[in-house]
């Protein structure tokens, strides 16, 4: 994707692997600003304070913190510390199931390595390949999710998408996973416009989905998150794409919370409700969406607002200063009210999801 008329990706390797280099996500829309993680810690604080957010990117950032382990340990102290390392990035966010997947993936291609160099090595490739199959898997929803966009264009002319949080290409390594069917036809001149929830507590959508669009040049248009609704019945919605953190064995699907009330406004208007997911986040172990762990985060996301102001970054708060405030981070929506997944693989039911025709 671009910034400034520029490609980018979402994280690069530094000189020799001896880290990475990630967007730093807090800062944007306002500054663009880049950091290296340089050791395992460098890459907790990075996902648990959401310099990196995104169930596809937070998976692929860890894999390289075991590198870095294995890295920066003697060779006495390899296996230890790559063991210590899985841990730690482990417990940094509890909900999406990326997370520990790429974890497992990476820890496992070095379970039977010979040396420490081996193990070094093997960690560094698996976490690399954890980039290429995300890239690919990302690149290929908007494949598929063209097709259903091309449809609606057919009768329509120009299409009109809905989408809650951010799942573009900073959630992930590149494309995105609900913004990978824009991103598609954009580029296949498809006329497409994207209505852009503000996302509150965090504003990913404002912040960062409106963002990119307009660094790609998609047409896109900002609105509160309680405006979903009234534009469905209006017919102002042909679509509605958002991502996924957790899906469950049987469709439940875990994302950004607010995610199910815009479900339940597309089921009442007959608008179109879709998933855009890799089956990475397919989380086959849980079956329902009542298993699917809730991240709390801190009430301070609640009542207060990051911003511009005149002088620059300004953060303003906006309840009563004695007001208590919680902030689940993510909803479930159950699989009834979603009218199919759009996977690497293709599109798919709930019905097709639950006997595992996705995600093998």
């Keep these: 994707m671009r910034i400034r008329g520029q490609n980018y990706r979402t994280l690069w390797e530094l000189p020799e692997a ?26 907790a604080e990075a996902i648990r304070d959401m310099w990196v957010r995104g169930a596809p990117l937070i998976g692929a950032v860890a ?17 230890a510390a790559v063991a210590e390392a899985f841990e730690l990035l482990a417990a940094t966010r509890p909900t999406a199931v990326n997370l520990r997947w790429a974890l497992r993936f990476v820890a496992d291609r070095a379970r039977d390595a010979r040396t420490p160099d081996e193990v070094r090595q093997r960690l560094l490739d698996a976490a690399r390949q954890v980039v290429g199959d995300e ?9 598929h ?21 951010n799942a573009g290409w900073l959630a992930c390594v590149d494309y995105g ?31 960062l989905t409106a963002f990119e669009l307009g660094e790609h040049g998609v047409r896109h248009t900002v609105v509160a998150d309680n405006a979903g609704g009234h534009l469905m019945q209006r017919g102002s919605v042909d679509l509605v794409i958002v991502g996924a953190d957790r899906v469950a ?11 199910y009330l815009k479900a339940l406004a597309a089921r009442d208007t007959g608008v179109p409700f879709y998933v855009a997911l890799p089956s990475s986040t397919i989380d086959r172990a849980v079956p329902d969406g009542t298993a699917i762990p809730i991240e709390e985060r801190s009430p301070d996301e ?30 479930v929506t159950p699989a009834r009210l979603v009218t199919g997944f759009i996977t690497e693989d293709g599109v798919f039911s709930s019905d097709e999801l639950r006997t595992g025709a996705a995600g093998r």
């Design 249 to 259: 064995a049987n469709g439940d699907t875990a994302n950004k919370i607010g995610t």
């Design 18 to 43: 001896n880290g990475i280099e990630v967007i730093d996500q807090r800062h944007l829309p306002h500054r663009f600003v880049t950091a290296a993680l340089r050791t395992p810690a460098d890459v």
């Design 63 to 79: 894999g390289y913190g075991l590198h870095l382990a294995a890295r920066l340990a003697p060779d006495s102290r390899v296996p």
């Design 177 to 207: 996973t609900a913004t990978a069917p824009v991103y598609a036809a954009h580029e296949a001149g498809v006329p497409i416009h994207v209505w852009v929830a503000e996302t509150r507590p965090r504003n990913q959508g404002a912040a």
């Design 145 to 165: 999710g063209l097709r259903l966009i091309r449809d609606v264009a057919a009768r329509k002319g120009e299409v009109n998408v809905l989408t809650h949080c």
């Design 302 to 331: 609640v009542r207060y607002l990051d911003g511009l102001g005149p002088t620059g970054p300004a953060r303003v708060l906006v309840v009563p200063a004695g007001s208590p405030a919680r902030n689940p981070a993510f909803d």
């Design 135 to 143: 890239l690919e898997r990302s690149r290929r929803i908007g494949e």
